[in-house]
């Protein structure tokens, strides 16, 4: 009997686990250090109200080449038990490619990650921070940062690539120095988002459902995130995602985050001086946002230790968006069902 650990519940973790489901004759397991699914697909909720929520990270899917594209079965999925629905609200200066189509998840984008995590029928744990990996006695130990380490046969990481850098012990030693320059050669964006939260009944009185801004030095979207998903109810809150640039994200790394919501928030008052006082805030630092450069000569994943086995994947070995992700994950359990 197999003990499978997926460390990461994002896309990429979760649709890997939701394809192993059947191939693997034992237990797979998801860990992750947040408090719950979707990684940079995330979908922050109000305190006072949870069913006002915000899309921090990706924002809306938009298939490489359509439905009739690679992906296809795995929109057509999605859209028929409704966690996907076309994107209808106006987006300005949105830049549409003749023939696509975009999708957004009406109950927030984490939903999608849910979604495959159902799917995979696999035992998910989260506050699970992951540090050190060892090899004891041809399985993984795998420590965590509370409680006791536990033992696994294969070891899939999908975090994104400084973080595999970042873990300590036999792990180390085991990628070799080619690999270690490949690693290394990855880069990523980095920005802040916020959400803002507002009490039910109040009005956000907008032409625009989202919008690319390009005169700001700190904004570069905005998002009244209810209205991109068709939530428009007396009852439920509206809330709004602000998405930073790059140059700002990277500028803000390491800055008090008060003083970094503090000045979006003055950047936003000046872009849209209708906007209302919102009920609460919550400001969150992607420091790896998207994949600027992928790993070089990787596609899919890297094979780490063949035995026992230690793989890793995500969207630094292919690009950051939906079709990147299941790239990754389709191309990481195919190696893992070619050494059961
Ligand atoms: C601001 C922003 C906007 C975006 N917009 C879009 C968009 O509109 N459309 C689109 O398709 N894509 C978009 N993306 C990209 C998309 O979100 C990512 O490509 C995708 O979510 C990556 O998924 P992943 O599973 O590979 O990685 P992640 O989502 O990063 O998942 C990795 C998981 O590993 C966990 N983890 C990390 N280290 C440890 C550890 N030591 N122990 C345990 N767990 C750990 C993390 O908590 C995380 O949940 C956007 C991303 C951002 C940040």
């Given at each position: ?153 294969i070891v899939i990481l ?6 595999v ?9 085991i990628i070799n120095?080619r690999q270690?320059?490949q690693l ?111 790993v070089?000569?990787c596609p899919g994943h890297m094979i780490l230790h063949t035995q026992p086995l230690l793989i890793c994947g995500?969207?630094?070995f ?13 191309s990481l359990?195919e190696a893992v069902?070619s050494y059961?």
């Open positions: 009997m197999a003990r499978v650990l997926v460390l990461g519940a994002g896309l990429t973790g979760s649709a890997c686990a939701a394809l192993l489901r059947g191939a693997v004759r034992g237990r797979v397991v998801v860990w992750d250090k947040a408090r719950g699914a979707g990684g940079r697909m995330s979908t922050s909720r109000s305190a006072r109200d949870a069913a006002c929520s915000a899309d921090l990270g990706a924002q809306y899917v938009s298939p490489r080449a359509g439905r009739a594209g690679p992906h296809g079965s795995f929109y057509d999925e999605l859209l028929s038990h409704g966690i996907l629905k076309p994107l209808t609200a106006p987006i300005e200066g949105m830049v549409e490619k003749e023939g696509s189509c975009n999708y957004m998840a009406p109950q927030g984008i984490s939903s999608v990650v849910k979604y495959y995590l159902k799917q995979s029928d696999a035992d998910v744990f989260y506050e699970y921070h992951v540090t050190h990996i060892f090899l004891r006695d041809g399985k993984w130990e795998v420590s965590r940062k509370m409680g006791p380490p536990e033992l696994f046969d999908t975090m994104p690539v400084p973080q850098l970042q873990l300590q012990g036999d792990i180390v030693n120095e270690k320059q290394k050669a990855t880069s990523y964006s980095s920005r802040y988002a916020l959400g803002l939260f507002y009490e039910a009944g109040v009005c956000i009185d907008v032409p625009w459902a989202a919008k690319y801004i390009t005169d700001n030095p700190c904004i570069r979207f905005i998002s009244i995130d209810n209205k991109k998903r068709n939530i428009e109810s007396p009852e439920i809150g509206p809330s709004v995602v602000v998405h930073t640039t790059v140059t700002f994200g990277s500028e803000h790394l390491d800055s008090d985050p008060a003083e970094v919501q503090q000045l979006i928030l003055n950047h936003l008052e000046r872009i849209v001086p209708s906007l209302p006082k919102p009920a609460s805030v919550k400001c969150q630092k992607w420091r790896y946002s998207q994949v600027t450069k992928s070089p000569n995500g969207d630094g292919t690009c950051s968006n939906f079709d990147g992700c299941i790239d990754s994950a389709m359990a069902k059961l």
